[in-house]
Every structure is written in C-alpha cells, then in structure tokens.
C-alpha cells in the first residue's frame, strides 16, 4: 500500500509541475509580448588605437592597430538579434570620402531584455596599403610624391591621437520570439575623438 501510494504522490508531482510550467511559460510570452519592435540603440562608441606609431621615416610595414568599441542597448523586456551589422570608421583627409581606417561586420548577436552589451572590433591599419589607394584616389594633387606627403600627414596625426573618428554603421533589429513583428533595419552615424589625457 505505502509503494502505491508513493507511485500516487510522485505521479501528481509531476503532473503539477508539468503543468506549473506550461502555465508559467504561456503567461510569461503573452506578458512580454510588446505591441510593435522598438529597435537596439547603439548608446556608445569609442576608438583607440593599441600601439605607438614607429620613430622616423615611415616603413611600408609600418601598422597601427585600432579597436572600436560599440554599446548597445534593449529599450524592450524581449529578448533582441542584431544581424547585419557593418560599421566603416573613417578620418578626414582633405576629400569628401574620406580615408577608411577600419571596417567590419559583427556576427549575429543577441541582447537580453532592458540589458545592455559591448562589442568591439580589432583591425590593423597598414602605412604600405594606404599608400596605394591615396594614389589611386588622387590625394595630395596626383602623383606619388603629393600622396606620400598627404599620407604622412595623416599618419602622424593617427598617431598623436589627434583625429576625429567619423563611425557609420548599419544594422537589423528583430525579436527571436515573436517574428511576426519582422525585422527594422537602422544606421548609425557618429564622431568621436581621443579625449586628451
């Protein structure tokens, strides 16, 4: 009789539980399910470059190393993917385009609700590669000289922290449990500069 009576009680416990969290479960996605999809906020990006900048003339070898840092931030209580996101920082250098010091992609990512994360992205920046496409682009005035003389320029003032970084970045929003609010894409335009020490 106490062995059956066992079997009873452990049957009903289970029974409870299970349904415990079925209810549980249904309640917590109606309660959270928001009305519309509010997109991932980039709340914050910074750029630093990780090694000095090499004494005397210039190597095609030489590198500076940059690594950009984004935050961001879930205005909802859902769980939110990030995908598509592709960034560019760039600096001035005397052209509307710009030179590109650093581009990437992040990897799909997800942000818990009302939570915030940070990311960031490491690339080298080679002097030799520059070289290349300062001609190609023309700066300086055209030819080798005027673009080298540009380039150095640039450099020196990468490497005396005294640029200001332009950021645009674009990226997609979506909630993973309700899809049938789609996905928002956003871009994203920032400056930023090393703040003086």
Request: charged share 20%; net charge neutral.
């Amino acid at each position: 009789m106490a062995k059956k009576t066992g079997w009873l009680m452990a049957g009903l416990l289970v029974a409870l539980v299970s349904l415990g969290l079925v209810v549980s479960c249904a309640t917590m996605q109606t309660a959270s399910a928001p009305a519309t999809l509010t997109p991932v906020e980039v709340t914050d990006v910074s750029v630093e470059r990780l090694n000095p900048i090499s004494a005397g003339k210039f190597q095609k070898t030489d590198v500076f190393v940059f690594n950009t840092t984004f935050s961001f931030a879930n205005p909802q209580q859902a769980l939110a993917k990030i995908s598509d996101l592709y960034f560019e920082v760039k600096v001035d250098d005397g052209t509307e385009d710009k030179t590109i010091i650093q581009s990437g992609s992040m990897p799909i990512t997800y942000v818990p609700g009302s939570e915030e994360i940070t990311w960031s992205y490491t690339s080298p920046l080679m002097y030799g590669g520059m070289i290349g496409s300062y001609i190609l682009r023309g700066i300086g005035g055209g030819g080798i000289k005027p673009a080298v003389g540009k380039l150095n320029e640039v450099w020196k003032d990468l490497g005396a922290d005294e640029k200001t970084f332009y950021i645009e970045a674009r990226y997609a929003t979506s909630l993973p449990d309700f899809p049938g609010l789609g996905k928002k894409f956003q871009k994203f335009f920032s400056t930023f500069k090393v703040p003086e020490l």
